[in-house]
Every structure is written in structure tokens, then in C-alpha cells.
């Protein structure tokens, strides 16, 4: 059975980890190939440790159907016709604005859409109350909403953390 490892020798590891780590700034001399492996490895990890991690998990599942629906539509005529793919650089702003969303709208239902590779993502309130916001791969967004007999549109610019908030009011309006 393992022995536990102490909390000082975890100490030692961190700092020697961070070393190492501080030191890949200097170019590879490896001379073997499990130097070169090695140093591979810890580049991707010294990497990945420097992103920043968020812990809220609000959007989880909004931006894990967005994963899944790349899966579908990364590919031209993924609708069987003409379809252009949908762009990574969509996806990820598409990411970005699940993200900004605020805590008190919920999350949208997403469609691709096969005229431009955009995603739509449509909130729904009940009858003839829906407001769409089409992301492509600019920073423009393109809106529009129905309630009742009045329908609403145009265009804003996202910038990756502020939606505008003519666009959040109506969507807040259309869920109510």
C-alpha cells in the first residue's frame, strides 16, 4: 500500500517544480530523447498552469452544447446542402458571450444557422415572445425580437466581456 506523502515533501516538489518551470524560458539542450520529451511535456504544462482557471460553473452546460454542436457543423455542407462550417473563432465568441451573460437570464437554446455559419441563440417566453441573437465570427451581433405584435431588431458590437444593454433589457423582457 502507498505510504501518504508529506505535506513537506509536496512543498519541495512545488518549489522544484516552479524552478524548472521558470527555466523553460531558456531554449531546449536536451541531448536525449526523454530530455526532449521531457521538456516538451513541461512546456505544455508551464502553459496550462498560467491560464487563468474560473471556478464558476453558471454555463457549464450551455457551453458544453456549444462543444457539442461544433462536433455537428465543423465541417462545409454539414447540412447536407451548402452549409458553410461553423468557425472556431464563432464558437469561441459564442463562448464569450454565454459568459458575459448575466446571472438572472437564463440559458439560450442554440441553431446553427446554414446561410453563414453563424450560431443563433434564441430565448423563448411564451407566445410570440422570442428574441434571437446571431454570433459569427466579428465582433457583431446581430438581434431581433418578437413580442407580441412588436418586433424589435439590429445590430451591436461585443466586445468579449460588456453586452449592451438595450440587447440585455429586451432579452430580460422576452423571459420574464
Given at each position: ?56 460553473t453558471n454555463r457549464y452546460d450551455a457551453i458544453a452544447d456549444i462543444e457539442e454542436l461544433l462536433e ?105
Amino acid at each position: 500500500m502507498p505510504e501518504p506523502i508529506s505535506s513537506i515533501a509536496v512543498f519541495g516538489l512545488m518549489v522544484g517544480g516552479s524552478t524548472i518551470l521558470t527555466n523553460l524560458n531558456r531554449q531546449n539542450q536536451s541531448v536525449s530523447e526523454s530530455g526532449e520529451y521531457l521538456y516538451v511535456q513541461a512546456s505544455h504544462f508551464k502553459k496550462y498552469s498560467t491560464q487563468p482557471v474560473s471556478l464558476d460553473t453558471n454555463r457549464y452546460d450551455a457551453i458544453a452544447d456549444i462543444e457539442e454542436l461544433l462536433e455537428e457543423v465543423s465541417q462545409d455542407g454539414w447540412d447536407g446542402d451548402s452549409a458553410p462550417a461553423v468557425s472556431e473563432q464563432t464558437i469561441a465568441n459564442v463562448k464569450a458571450f454565454l459568459s458575459a451573460l448575466p446571472d438572472d437570464i437564463s440559458d439560450p437554446e442554440f441553431a446553427p444557422e446554414p446561410k453563414d455559419g453563424a450560431i443563433s441563440l434564441e430565448w423563448y417566453g411564451g407566445y410570440r415572445k422570442i428574441a434571437s441573437v446571431s454570433i459569427h465570427d466579428s465582433q457583431r451581433v446581430a438581434f431581433s425580437a418578437l413580442q407580441g405584435t412588436d418586433i424589435t431588431n439590429g445590430a451591436y458590437r461585443f466586445n468579449d466581456d460588456h453586452i449592451p444593454a438595450p440587447l440585455l433589457s429586451t432579452i430580460r423582457e422576452i423571459i420574464a
